[in-house]
């Protein structure tokens, strides 16, 4: 029999200030390199107008390297796959644009994908793959969602948050205690080292949604307190200041997952987007799935936060349903699923 040749997509993500760029063939990763974007660490955030100058300085070099490194050829590709939103919209105009451009030039489809449908479907760049349907949690910088996933990018939100996401709760604490942005993996760091011993409120909200501005709030009235007895009472501290604010987000969000799984009666539970890289949130996940007999699906560090590889997983079941877009697709900067 002869063999049919192989499915080669180029994918791009720059929705905010990751530039990446991913070859995936077959739906196998073969290259993912992203170029990420420290000078928003000195601004506390990220700064929209640096990160489209970065994202247009560093997309011609970032496609190179993947393609290298996957010994890709230009040539070879049968589409490409990019992040049309949500995200920042020029830092969205960069990857839309470059991807229009070499896809016209090549003579080949574009495939547009939606950032958080890439998060859950980087649960299918490596085994083991999760069977449908299945319940994901997906926690960034912007998002926070309850999802409900039946198929190959079809999913249903459940419910998300009413303001903050939960990335920003770390991110926005972190700045109230003198932590770089972004500052989840330092928080996360530094909890290591201390005891959770200090409480805060949670939040009352509906039965699937999140709120985490409420939470700011209460860490910074809380500190002030403190500082206001002791000024170096935060340096002094810090640890367990971190202990306990990642102890507070993680279980706020297992308290929800596990309530939605028991609504749902579903047994197979992931958890996806930039926060699902805190070890504590990881950890807290399989030993609840462990007590309750669920199958719990945990992404390798490298697809979690921002990268193209997720953005060409969801491309490749869109291609293979033959799911194209045009030569006028356009940024959608608040795109939902
Ligand atoms: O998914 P992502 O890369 O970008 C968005 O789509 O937003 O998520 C970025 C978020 C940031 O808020 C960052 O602080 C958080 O993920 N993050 C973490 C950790 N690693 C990244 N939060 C807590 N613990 C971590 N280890
Ligand atoms: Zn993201």
Redesign the pocket.
């Known amino acids: 029999m002869q063999k049919q040749n192989p499915v080669t997509i180029l994918a791009i993500e720059s929705?905010?200030d990751?530039t990446s760029a991913a070859v995936i063939q077959d739906g196998v990763v073969l290259s993912n390199h992203i170029a990420n974007q420290d000078v928003h660490k000195e601004y506390g955030g990220v700064v929209p107008e640096l990160a489209s100058r970065l994202h247009d300085k560093n997309i011609v070099p970032v496609v190179d390297k993947a393609l290298k490194e996957a010994r890709v050829n230009k040539d070879d590709l049968d589409g490409i796959a990019f992040t049309k939103g949500p995200g920042l919209l020029g830092s969205l105009l960069v990857g839309v644009n470059f991807s229009k451009s070499m896809a016209l030039g090549l003579d080949i489809p574009l495939i547009e994908v939606n950032?958080m449908e890439a998060?859950v479907m980087a649960h299918f760049a490596e085994a083991p793959y999760p069977q449908f349907p299945f319940l994901c949690l997906t926690v960034?910088?912007?998002?926070t969602q309850l999802v409900l996933v039946t198929n190959y990018n079809e999913m249903e939100v459940l419910g998300e948050t009413i303001d903050d996401?939960a990335?920003?709760a770390?991110?926005k604490t972190g700045k109230i205690i003198g932590l770089p942005y972004?500052?989840?993996?330092v928080?996360?760091q530094y909890a290591k080292k201390g005891r959770p011993i200090h409480t805060f409120t949670k939040p009352s909200v509906g039965e699937y949604e999140f709120s985490f501005s409420g939470l700011k709030t209460s860490i910074l009235y809380f500190l002030q307190d403190q500082v206001k007895k002791d000024p170096n009472w935060v340096e002094n501290n810090i640890y367990d200041i971190c202990a306990s604010v990642q102890q507070t987000i993680v279980s706020i969000l297992i308290e929800k997952l596990a309530y939605t799984v028991t609504k749902h009666n579903i047994k197979r539970v992931a958890i996806a987007?930039?926060?699902s890289?805190?070890?504590q949130?990881r950890s807290s996940l399989q030993e609840i799935a462990d007590q309750n007999g669920w199958e719990a699906y945990i992404p390798q560090f490298n697809y979690?936060?921002?990268n193209a590889a997720m953005i060409g997983i969801s491309g490749y079941y869109r291609y293979l349903k033959g799911e194209f877009g045009s030569q006028s697709a356009s940024p959608s900067p608040r795109l939902s699923i």
């Open positions: 929705s905010c990751d950032h998060h960034s910088g912007g998002h996401a990335g920003e770390f991110d972004p500052a989840g993996p928080i996360d987007g930039g926060v890289a805190n070890s949130l979690c936060t921002d």
